[in-house]
């Protein structure tokens, strides 16, 4: 799957090169832009307490130099709503579910902020996922509200002790997993039940680590391949095969043989492997018809 930034059709790439340059052309580029940069500011406040002063200014920052929409004239840039929200059927045009009245939102924000920063018996960790469920539940301004949990979601798992250097953002497992996240929330809303999407939250820090963990992996391995003295020496087809073993967790015969653009026999990859093994980067296991090959740990 093509990684995306947060819900935008933008490819990682291309904001990756809007980052780099600090410039956007475009409304969503925009986005992106104020999203990341709200993410390293709050990175480097990780003393203060989640307040209404400190949401607000999430939501400023993660709206600077947008226009907003022409559907929504209500729209106020660091200011919680003054009119109700609700989600609508787009197909049938009829309301499936009413947030809290806007008289309502800044007395159910106060609540959310003392118990984040209330000292209780539950786990740092647990908190993000649960101020997240109920953040969403509030829906505290006309639109932005997403982009802003996310922003102070992983604020708080860094005050947790968690993802301090940035490794990981969990926007790329929610959009991998849109349909389960929307699901938790409004299954857990309807059902005053918040334990299935912290459930599915903790799921998602673990997944991203592991993520993190083989990526360290691949990049260890890639650092290996190319300091061996025969690397310059390879053909393009040694390197795909390499490659791709680089990034499985093994290699067949048969699987070398699709890979490869040349008519060539199963020994002609043996005699490969062969030479792959004798300069320690891969190990066979199993016999002679079911062997398969795996990098070498040491």
């Given at each position: 799957?093509?990684?995306?930034?947060?819900?935008?059709?933008?490819?990682?790439?291309?904001?990756?090169?809007?980052?780099?340059?600090?410039?956007?052309?475009?409304?969503?580029?925009?986005?992106?832009?104020?999203?990341?940069?709200?993410?390293?500011?709050?990175?480097?406040?990780?003393?203060?307490?989640?307040?209404?002063?400190?949401?607000?200014?999430?939501?400023?920052?993660?709206?600077?130099?947008?226009?907003?929409?022409?559907?929504?004239?209500?729209?106020?840039?660091?200011?919680?709503?003054?009119?109700?929200?609700?989600?609508?059927?787009?197909?049938?045009?009829?309301?499936?579910?009413?947030?809290?009245?806007?008289?309502?939102?800044?007395?159910?924000?106060?609540?959310?902020?003392?118990?984040?920063?209330?000292?209780?018996?539950?786990?740092?960790?647990?908190?993000?996922?649960?101020?997240?469920?109920?953040?969403?539940?509030?829906?505290?301004?006309?639109?932005?509200?997403?982009?802003?949990?996310?922003?102070?979601?992983?604020?708080?798992?860094?005050?947790?002790?968690?993802?301090?250097?940035?490794?990981?953002?969990?926007?790329?497992?929610?959009?991998?997993?849109?349909?389960?996240?929307?699901?938790?929330?409004?299954?857990?809303?309807?059902?005053?039940?918040?334990?299935?999407?912290?459930?599915?939250?903790?799921?998602?820090?673990?997944?991203?680590?592991?993520?993190?963990?083989?990526?360290?992996?691949?990049?260890?391995?890639?650092?290996?391949?190319?300091?061996?003295?025969?690397?310059?020496?390879?053909?393009?087809?040694?390197?795909?095969?390499?490659?791709?073993?680089?990034?499985?967790?093994?290699?067949?015969?048969?699987?070398?043989?699709?890979?490869?653009?040349?008519?060539?026999?199963?020994?002609?990859?043996?005699?490969?492997?062969?030479?792959?093994?004798?300069?320690?980067?891969?190990?066979?296991?199993?016999?002679?018809?079911?062997a398969k090959y795996v990098w070498k740990m040491r």
């Amino acid at each position: 799957m093509e990684k995306k930034i947060e819900y935008s059709m933008i490819n990682f790439n291309t904001a990756e090169k809007v980052v780099y340059a600090k410039k956007a052309c475009n409304e969503e580029q925009q986005e992106v832009l104020n999203v990341v940069n709200a993410h390293l500011k709050v990175s480097m406040e990780l003393k203060r307490r989640i307040s209404d002063a400190f949401v607000i200014d999430v939501h400023r920052q993660i709206s600077e130099k947008l226009k907003g929409s022409v559907t929504e004239p209500n729209y106020q840039a660091g200011r919680y709503r003054s009119v109700r929200n609700y989600i609508g059927d787009p197909f049938t045009d009829t309301v499936t579910y009413t947030f809290p009245g806007p008289k309502e939102v800044p007395k159910l924000m106060r609540s959310l902020h003392r118990f984040i920063n209330s000292r209780t018996k539950l786990d740092g960790i647990l908190m993000p996922g649960i101020f997240h469920f109920l953040f969403i539940a509030i829906h505290p301004f006309v639109n932005g509200n997403g982009r802003t949990v996310r922003v102070l979601e992983d604020f708080l798992l860094k005050k947790a002790g968690y993802n301090h250097q940035n490794l990981y953002n969990l926007s790329q497992y929610y959009y991998e997993n849109l349909k389960q996240y929307h699901y938790f929330l409004n299954h857990g809303r309807d059902m005053h039940d918040f334990t299935g999407f912290v459930e599915f939250h903790l799921e998602g820090i673990k997944k991203m680590q592991q993520n993190v963990f083989k990526e360290k992996i691949i990049l260890q391995r890639i650092d290996k391949l190319h300091s061996l003295p025969s690397w310059k020496t390879m053909d393009t087809l040694d390197k795909k095969l390499l490659h791709y073993l680089v990034n499985n967790e093994e290699l067949t015969i048969k699987k070398a043989l699709k890979l490869s653009s040349k008519k060539l026999t199963a020994e002609a990859i043996r005699l490969r492997f062969k030479k792959y093994g004798e300069s320690g980067i891969l190990q066979k296991i199993g016999d002679f018809k079911n062997a398969k090959y795996v990098w070498k740990m040491r």
